[in-house]
């Protein structure tokens, strides 16, 4: 695959198809930034009339190429895109960009045109950028290819850039110019028919020009595989996503745009959790924490030293360090012994490190370069505000020297000065980011942090359980059988204990003898509650009783029972009694599967009960599920507070809720059809601090159950 | 109070006390920036060597100064400051700016020098900026006066702004200027020995030229105070505030600042949101959204249309929109239609209209009118993103032009391109505000709508109840006599009672046919728990019997527990029994008091139970409550959606509820010492929906209450 995308990302030649003389047209656009940003090989424009296009010699068609071309860049009309590709064919190039639009995105015969498109690449072992894109770009000073139309030529850096969208493309090229914010390639993917931005995360895995990678999103093709290379790749090196179309309205906006489906919003933020993606909300926020990265090395931990000359913004920064879930770092005594040797008595030597507004220069530097060498610092911003005299550039300077001898901190700067002073330092090379706003600054630190932690993050196993998959199976076929989709509760409790997941103990039993027994091996107390075909409100005739607390008891009730039936003249339709475990527990949790169109099955955990819908105090993760993230959905939910035990209640066992939900991530990923399962509520046993499931309810997609199950022998032991 | 200020705000003539000729220092930068903005009156330098600073004739004292002088600045040494003042006051001197550094914010010293500065300043009738700020600007044509030390000369604008740092002070004007945003007056407060935000607020109240204020702060001087004007201001203009120091860490670091006390944020956030301020935290968010203020009218609803020519920023800003709790505005059929009839069919003519890349200025002109004729559009963002050879400011001006020609609605630009363009607007006179980032715009548009929202909220009244503060004082005296600051669970009850607080019903009996009478009264069913003097854990000897449904049932239950206390021997400490009515429910909700020693009490109102501290779900309002204040209280939690009554469950009477708020805060009004008061739970009856205080804790300030109550006449009626 490297090498066909070799060619798309690294030509030695480019043919414009479709180049063009007529100004303010892609064609002549193209052609003239391929030239501006002097790509280092050859340039064939190909149009029909020949002649001289941007000082380039053009070719009537791509066979009258004399060289060997390994990109060929389309902005001819769609209608002649599917003769082009068979002309490239003919020509031996592999490589394709399809700038022209027309395709997918316009309806049904467009669809039908890509469809046709793809084919033939595919066909003739092509790889194929678009259609409908901006280009692509290489800054590599070998390679030097801009072959986009976007207003600015790009700036030389570390980030490999991949925008699902055109337009914002160009206004991206823009605004990284201003912030110097440098790329190494960038990908336009247009409508991704073939290369998409999976392909560009497993091309650029490896290439040590590409030091970060940012995406723009709006719709993410094979979560599956995603989730496979993101969460390789970002253990190697970050990656930022934007994925846009979160509303409803939004989403809806979104398939109307690229003709893309758009993926629902808890899904796709699960996902990128997952995978150790670092997702951003917004294009500034995205650019700002770029600018971290491409400018700092990955702290050790998470405790913020911040150096000011003013007061003010030092607590903003404390604000916003503390709101981030950082630590202000305690400085050491020894620390603060030598600033106080050298800052005037009104300054504070604490952290917040406070010069107070007279700060020269040198104060600046042996600060820096005490809080550097305190162990109990990771990360520092420096805050810089105009004070009589002292220029901000210069004060840059002063940091950026002290940082260069000591590369081993993140130093971020804060310097509330003039937009001047940004214009002058995006043409600099500088070695630190610095920002206009304490926040931003914060902001930043928390993406280094959380890449730290992610790096760190153990890899996560995905544990197989000895379970019973066959009875699973069985049950759910009888279900089927009775064209049920949804299952009755005790046949979900059933799938469930198959899965060995601790659900409410029960059983069966048509005389008072079989109850005692069932009772007797539950242990007590029970509930016991009628099964009949005729009663359908229990309550109602007293067919439900609590708290039986032992075999003599049960059989007092039972009788009872029996006898009120008898009175009310309803005993016929009797089928007998459940019995069931009667469990005590006041914390009500909740876990789940839900299925997503384009995410397929998810996992829910969270506050169960009553509050599930007000308090939303719930998380979402993609099954299936490692033991890691098992975890760390137990332990995102506010209500783990309660299930460690607060206010004198039992703590929760949270290994075996941990396991419950890797049971069912195994359930789900043997039976994939099963649409919903609820386990609501989860009950905490305030006796063993067990999660136990005491209702369930499974729902499968017929169609899809039935052609898996349907074709299984009866043993029910294969991989149907 | 005005004419003094209006010497410091709006001076005929200014005397710089500590003016010099050496350059870099703060009396040379003042003479500098007075004659470079071109002040509008007389500036009197005055240095005891005389000569000539910055073109003016020097005095070596300020009684020489042949005119009469508003304004004094002074910048001499601390030590000086008092006798300077002196002079001033001989001089005749109303209006006084001291710049210089050296008071509270240094220690005792300092804040004894302070306070003697204080002292002399309200004897001679003067006001006073500072002391240690940044000094004070008024950008009107008729005065031009800057009398500060920043780096940049400012831009006339509608701002007014407050600042408690100086340093920030400095900052901010270079930000300003750069994002021309345009201030008509200025004030750094610094320590805000005399004049603080309040005053300012008060003096801006009527001023025509500004038209909206901005403040700064690290601290709130007197909260009761400032509540009053700013809630009566913000119906004419918008406040803005940033309010630093919300983390602890950023409160300690408060403390060391300015010297001033920081206030807790809870509280310092209940008491902005009652106010009718507009919070920000950042400073980047403050700018960004003053800037829609200074363009934008208030519009008449929340729902947004989006014109772009970029899909992707569309989605966004579709994301942006909906996330703030904004809506996406329905398009009229004739408003699509109109809007089919010219753009091109890959267009989108739903919102976001979409009129794709190629978009001519005609496109966005035509887009624009139609869509502000719309009546289900309230505010609009017309996005840009830069495609071949359509230039940013042609389209910015094309749709200002747009703009002038229709005033009634914001129309708010969001422009992804270079940052050059936004130099250029800034030396523009534009009317509208432009953002590089969709999510700004959407920010800005939800702080119009909420400053819509807050002029069109009713003012609120205080309700006063007929209570028993007689019985509310016995009751409290009665603890204080006996040494305890903690009133006992049934003493709270009283006095809740006595507030005609719904409580727990209850009755104290000492033999069986009383119980009977407390029962009958009450209502089944009851509890009954033993009270005695010698048994501390009433369960362990079944001293607590819930669940009691009859009168005879009560006798026989009273029976049994004589029987038990015989036989164990323990029947001999026993005073009787209390018996109390039993609430049955299933939502926990809790409400009561907290005082902050610098915004005094505060009133809490959420969900109850064991999730008061994991869900967090509480809100809080300074005390005393208007009956909209409870009103958004009740609606704010997201336990709202269970008192509504979800699942079934009776609806909660939520004018009882906000009843039970306004009596506990006329309750806390009448006794400010009440420290804490918490009822939780305040169960909600699922019989009647009521909120019953099932249990009630009220602490008092020991001395404070003594001192008050101690001097009050035996039948408490009075108002001590």
Redesign the interface.
Known sequence: MVKQIDAIMKPKSIAVIGASTKP???GS?IMQRLRDYKFNGNIYPVNPKGGIIEGFQAYTSINEVPGEVDLAVIVVNAKFVLDTIDQCHEKGIKGICIITAGFK??GKEGAELEKQLLEKIRSYGMRCVGPNCLGVLNTDDNIRMDAT????LPVKGDIGFV??????G???L??L??LNLGFAQFVSIGNQADINAETMLEYWENDDEVKQILL?M?SIQNPANFRKLASRITKKKPILA?K???????AS??S???GSLAGADKAADALLKQSGVIRE????NLFSNAKAFSNCPIPQGNRVAIIT????????A??????SGMQ?AKLSDATKDKLRSFLPA?A?V?N?V?MI?SAPIEHYKQTLETVIADENVDMIAVIY?????LADIDVAEALMEIKAKNPQKPILGVF????EFF?KIANMNVNMPFY?????AAEAMTRLDRQRQWMNRPEGKFPVYDVDRAKAAEVIKKSLSEGRAQLTTLESIDVLNAYGIRACKYGLATNVDEAANVANNIGYPVVMKITSKTISHKTDVGGVIVGIQSEEHLRQEYAALIERLKERNILDGLEGVIVQEMVKG?REMVCGIATDPQYGPMMMFG?GG??I?????VTFRIAPLSDVDAEEMIKSV??Y??LKG??G?TPAQIDQIQETLLRLSQLVTDFPFIDELDINPLLISEKTGEGIAVDGRIKVRMNEAQEKLGSCCDCCSCNG
């Open positions: 303010k047209t892609i656009e995105e316009t139309f976007a207003e600015s925008s699902q969208s055109g337009a914002l160009g206004g991206i823009n605004i110019k201003d723009y709006e934007l846009a179309g979160r509303s409803a309205a939004g906006a979104a109307s745009h690229t909300f917004s294009l500034k000359n003013s007061g003010g913004p030092g607590i903003m404390t604000d916003a360090v503390c709101e202000m009104a504070s604490k917040p406070d507004a505000l105009p004070f009589l005299g509330m000065t003039k937009s214009t206009m706003y304490a926040e931003e006041n506050l009553v509050f819908e007000t308090m939303k105090d506010k209500a507070e309660l607060a206010r209640t």
